[in-house]
């Protein structure tokens, strides 16, 4: 498809680990990124992944890239409740395309 | 810190009127967007200027224009509002085109 694809919503329990899954289009995207949006605020830039890479690893973030399946994967272990926020993962195809975010809800 | 400061949060504005929002930025940088956000949608591109007097259209152009006479500034104008203009736009700049794009916190504007 078109469309960068992400799952809308995922409830978790504190202290559990959370995976957010995102389908993108261009595999010849060099950059995958991920963005961070808190209640109220703009996004933030949280993590990226250059297209080489099969997985990058920063403090409770891992990013896992699957090329051949165009798939792109962000684990947050030991996941706190500020960790609520939604969640965009973007590539670039001539200019920064977005999906529609995931909702990440953590329950005390 | 990049500071993207956009000047309203908050936006009431009643169809037909002519509506500016003003993002300025402190960084230095060419690359300045702006994007809509809607729910279950993302965030899509209405404009992008990555030199001073310059734009270029994103995906959703239509209804907006753009002004960027300064380097630090980028203004949206909605020419003549009309309720499905109805959303949270931000603003973004970056310093290599769509690397590392930095937001403003957005203002949620509202056409009544």
């Known amino acids: 498809g078109e469309d960068v694809e992400q799952s809308l919503f995922l409830s978790v329990r504190e202290g559990d680990s959370s995976v957010i899954n995102c389908t993108y289009t261009?595999?010849?995207?060099?950059?995958l990124y991920w963005y961070k949006q808190e209640p109220g605020a703009g996004l933030q830039l949280l993590t990226y992944i250059f297209s080489n890479m099969d997985m990058k690893q920063d403090q409770r973030l891992t990013v896992l890239l699957n090329k051949k399946d165009k798939h792109l994967s962000l684990r947050i272990a030991d996941t706190q409740t500020g960790d609520s926020a939604i969640y965009f993962c973007?590539?670039?195809?001539?200019?920064?395309?977005f999906g529609q975010g995931t909702t990440l809800q953590v329950k005390p | 810190d990049v500071k993207v400061t956009q000047s309203s949060r908050y936006l009431v504005k009643r169809t037909g009127e002519k509506v500016f929002l003003e993002c300025v930025q402190d960084?230095?940088?060419?690359?300045m967007f702006w994007y809509r956000q809607d729910p279950g949608l993302g965030l899509r591109l209405i404009y992008f200027?990555?030199?001073?007097?310059?734009?270029e259209k994103g995906d959703i152009p239509e209804g907006y224009s753009v002004s960027r006479e300064k380097k630090e500034r980028f203004s949206l104008i909605l020419e003549s509002a009309s309720t499905n203009q109805t959303s949270m736009y931000l603003c973004?700049?970056?310093?290599?085109?769509?690397?590392?794009?930095?937001f403003g916190s957005g203002t949620q504007l509202s056409v009544l």
């Open positions: 960084m230095d940088h060419e690359n």
């Open positions: 200027s990555y030199d001073v007097k310059m734009k």
């Open positions: 261009d595999s010849s995207s060099t950059y």
């Open positions: 973007a590539e670039i195809r001539g200019k920064l395309i």
């Open positions: 973004a700049s970056s310093y290599r085109r769509y690397e590392k794009l930095f």
